[in-house]
């Protein structure tokens, strides 16, 4: 978690420090929250890296890279809360089984349900990546948001 951790606070001292917005961390009645309709929209428990997450910030988007927010929420036309992000692409694509919690422009970040494991799909389609953890998944997100992945 301390990696995590480290990749969080260096993203939010970069857009800090360019006078960039960065979401407040969510307080833990909205945690409450989050974890019952999460686990009612899903039917799966939030992993608690998820949540761990989320108490450092809620959601986060840098460099065309997107973790979404624990809450639904639009500024302008774009959409940045894990309900209506999942809502969006489980009606235009078949991800029947996934849980998507993020994007860039080319791939979703998700857990599929039914294998138990994080996934890198290409929004064209296709596996190209797996992870065995939240963890795991959310620091190489992290890394790609610093430009950090080769």
């Avoid at 039914?114 to 190489?140: D, P, Q, R």
């Amino acid at each position: 978690m301390d990696e995590l951790q480290n990749l969080v606070d260096r993203v939010k001292q970069y857009r800090n420090g360019y006078g960039m917005s960065v979401p407040e961390p969510v307080d833990e009645s909205a945690i409450t929250e989050f974890k019952g309709k999460f686990q009612e929209v899903f039917e799966v428990a939030p992993d608690s890296t998820l949540i761990e997450f989320y108490r450092m910030v809620d959601g986060l988007e840098h460099n065309g890279v997107r973790v979404y927010a624990s809450k639904d929420r639009t500024s302008g036309q774009v959409e940045h809360g894990i309900y209506q992000r999942n809502e969006l692409w489980h009606n235009e694509e078949d991800l029947t089984g996934c849980m998507l919690f993020g994007e860039s422009d080319l791939d979703l970040f998700a857990f599929d349900k039914e294998n138990e494991e994080y996934i890198v799909l290409f929004k064209s389609g296709g596996v190209i990546e797996t992870f065995s953890s939240c963890e795991e998944m959310l620091v190489y997100v992290m890394k790609l948001m610093l430009d950090e992945v080769g």
